[in-house]
T-cell receptor, first 111, second 111 residues
Framework: EAAVTQSPRNKVAVTGGKVTLSCNQTNNHNNMYWYRQDTGHGLRLIHYSYGAGSTEKGDIPDGYKASRPSQENFSLILELATPSQTSVYFC??????????FGPGTRLTVL | QQKVQQSPESLTVSEGAMASLNCTFSDGTSDNFRWYRQHSGKGLEMLVSIFSDGEKEEGRFTAHLNRASLHVSLHIREPQPSDSAVYLCAVNQGGSAKLIFGEGTKLTVSS
């Protein structure tokens, strides 16, 4: 079974601080994704990657950066966190079949 | 941009009765349709994927796709209290691996 892990699982940050959310997958999938989930909006795509060294903007990239240093790891970076970025963040990995395997989520609170 | 809408927002069924959930999408060029389940505070579990008109069964879960009507549905046979969760419909952006999610239907199965 696909294995996608996220860290931390819970994070409290201060406004203006830097936050890094990490994702690791052991499936050897080329594609990786970062979503946020908010009540009333469902899951929305922030950034995605087709392989090591590549990042692409999703539907709501403003205020976020992404980094894919290796096949296994994909990070989401909030350089200057704001309260509007309080959300649950999900990472997923996927292959050419378009199947996506999701991690357990990270709950981020920005005070 | 693909738009995905789910109905109803919430649904309560008795244990053993059929549960039917609906999803409409705006772009008929999509070719990848998925239903996920999300228990409270958990990640997403893929239930069934369907790529062509007709139906696809995975255990107690059956998806029906009618692309001409821009409609995909999920039917849950003999639902149990453990099926109480939010059900998410996801449709790919035509020609790409990007998934667009609906806001979900909250299903409650009463015993």
């Amino acid at each position: 079974e696909a294995a996608v892990t996220q860290s931390p699982r819970n994070k409290v940050a201060v406004t203006g601080g830097k936050v890094t959310l990490s994702c690791n997958q052991t499936n050897n999938h080329n594609n990786m994704y970062w979503y946020r989930q908010d009540t009333g909006h469902g899951l929305r795509l922030i950034h995605y990657s087709y392989g090591a060294g590549s990042t692409e903007k999703g539907d709501i990239p403003d205020g976020y950066k992404a980094s894919r240093p290796s096949q296994e790891n994909f990070s989401l970076i909030l350089e200057l966190a704001t309260p509007s970025q309080t959300s649950v963040y999900f990472c997923a990995s996927g292959d050419i079949s378009y199947e996506q395997y999701f991690g357990p989520g990270t709950r981020l609170t920005v005070l | 941009q693909q738009k995905v809408q789910q109905s109803p927002e919430s649904l309560t069924v008795s244990e053993g009765a059929m549960a039917s959930l609906n999803c409409t999408f705006s772009d008929g060029t999509s070719d990848n349709f998925r239903w996920y389940r999300q228990h409270s505070g958990k990640g997403l579990e893929m239930l069934v994927s369907i790529f062509s008109d007709g139906e696809k069964e995975e255990g107690r879960f059956t998806a029906h796709l009618n692309r001409a009507s821009l409609h995909v549905s999920l039917h849950i046979r003999e639902p149990q209290p453990s099926d109480s969760a939010v059900y998410l419909c996801a449709v790919n952006q035509g020609g790409s691996a990007k998934l667009i999610f609906g806001e979900g239907t909250k299903l409650t199965v009463s015993s």
